[in-house]
């Protein structure tokens, strides 16, 4: 067939992410077969029904056997942990790629740990939803999304190029990054908003409106604003401590911003707030154009 | 007609809220007129044809006069401005109400500046849009929302229980509350988030990110997120100040807990992270349960 890119892809981590590039590869004949890895054998079994693996290990060491094509979607946190594990069980020639929202030091520490014989992409589609397992996984999660790849000076020119070739089949557009950079603009266009919904919730769980059904007092800004505090823990735990040092940065700014929006209401300045107002209302409205 | 509850209805200021009161009054004979009242004559021309009202005055003095219930709908700011004007233009026993986000101490200023003969009832309908202006007023804006009413012990019954049935006819379910109470509440559910949307949009706009399209590189949290920061500032700029010492308190509160995430990202604590990071998820899948 001539849209096969791989043709024994292992997806290690089978959720909403990993279900959907199993679930989107196999239904376009992008690769022969989906093994899959995960922890609970429920899970896998259900991914397998819902067509997006062919079959399943409990096994990392297992799953990546013959594999031309190994796809990291667990959390983050678990990628060095499993690089070694599946580190001596790789297929010569084999590319290992992720989906993992933090790059930088991660990238360099993976490429690390893998033998010279394998090539590794970092990888970061532009995807998500509040809610996370293989059961809302589905074929237009990447539909129109940029998928980031993160070259280094070790990665081989023609895993890039198969890496991106995915991608694109997937339904993304391609951008390529630094690391390091993906990591400053995440801290600042994801990490930091995440981090101030979760901020905003254990606010109002430390008031005593928690405990009187808030959303009856919400006009939908509440709902909307909060969305993102549902996402996994597990996932935006280590995402917070690998990106820790960009998002403490992203943190003392914003700090800085709420100390003078906090003067400017104690000291009545009208014309002070309805400046920084408008300037967001600006921003807001360049960000909803496109 | 059994279902009117006023014969001439005055919306001062008609924008989303005040045109949307309007518009549904006069659709559903609640008011055999609407009379109103704006700054610009091509705004109030377009409420005209929209069906928002049926006439109109530039000025509040006039538009006033004859009615039997004023609607204060202009940011919350002026409505000291208004009451002093309007006052001596009021009929005997008609009734002033508002739409305004701020009550507290606010409702007792204009009680004290309104005639013995006239009743006050401040009203504060849970609904809104992020764009503003009569343009966007709709016939639904009300539909299933809550409406906070905060008598104090000068309300006359008779015209809170007028102002409470104008609401139940306009699609809300009518809550009282005390007006101090009422801001503390809004403190904690409205003005904060929307304080923080605000801060987040002027921390990016503070970041290189700012100059490079941000929103190609967010899932859609960051729009989700934001959506409150395209509300019309003199409106928001008007809430802060004059609930500001209950804001403060609560971005007090928020500081601390960004504090604390802050601590345990530096300190690499992943268990007190998810710790805070579960607690929120659980209740924001108690507001979306709802």
Redesign the interface.
């Known amino acids: 067939m001539k849209s096969e890119l791989f043709k024994q892809m292992a997806v290690i981590g089978v959720g909403l992410i990993g279900g959907s590039v199993g679930l989107i590869a196999r239904r376009k004949h992008l690769v022969r077969s989906v093994v899959g890895y995960g922890k609970k054998r429920g899970e896998l079994q259900r991914a397998v029904t819902l067509g997006a693996i062919d079959r399943y290990f409990l096994s990392p060491q297992k799953a990546v056997e013959g594999a031309d094509l190994i796809v990291l979607a667990t959390p983050v ?1 678990m990628f060095e942990k499993i690089a070694c594990a599946i580190a001596p069980h790789l297929k010569e020639g084999a590319i290992v790629t992720d989906v993992g929202s933090v790059k930088g030091k991660e990238v360099e520490r993976i490429e690390s740990l893998l033998p010279s014989y394998v090539s590794f992409v970092g990888g970061h589609p ?3 939803r509040e809610k996370s397992g293989v059961e809302v996984a589905s074929a237009d999660l990447f539909s129109g ?2 998928c ?1 790849l993160t070259p280094t000076p070790r990665t081989h020119p023609a895993a890039l190029k198969k890496v991106a070739a995915l991608w694109k089949a997937l339904g993304t557009t391609v951008i390529e990054m630094d690391p390091l950079v993906h990591d ?3 801290a ?3 990490h ?16 005593r ?2 405990k ?20 996994a ?2 996932m ?3 995402i ?2 690998l990106n ?1 040092a960009r ?2 940065e ?6 800085g ?3 003078t ?2 003067k400017k ?2 000291a ?1 300045d ?1 014309a002070g ?2 400046e ?6 600006v ?3 360049s ?2 154009g ?1």
Not at 212 to 231: E, H, K, W, Y
């Open positions: 946190g532009i995807a998500g999304m940029r980031i400053q603009i995440m600042a266009v994801s930091l908003p995440h981090l101030v919904a979760y901020a905003l919730m254990e606010t109002l769980l430390n008031t409106v928690a009187q059904d808030p959303i009856r007092f919400s006009a939908g800004g509440l709902r909307d604003f909060t969305r993102v505090a549902a996402s823990s597990d935006w735990r280590d917070f401590l820790g998002i403490v992203m943190i003392d700014l914003y700090q911003v709420l100390e929006l906090k209401i104690i009545q009208g707030l309805i920084i107002l408008d300037r967001a209302r921003l807001r409205q960000l909803i496109k």
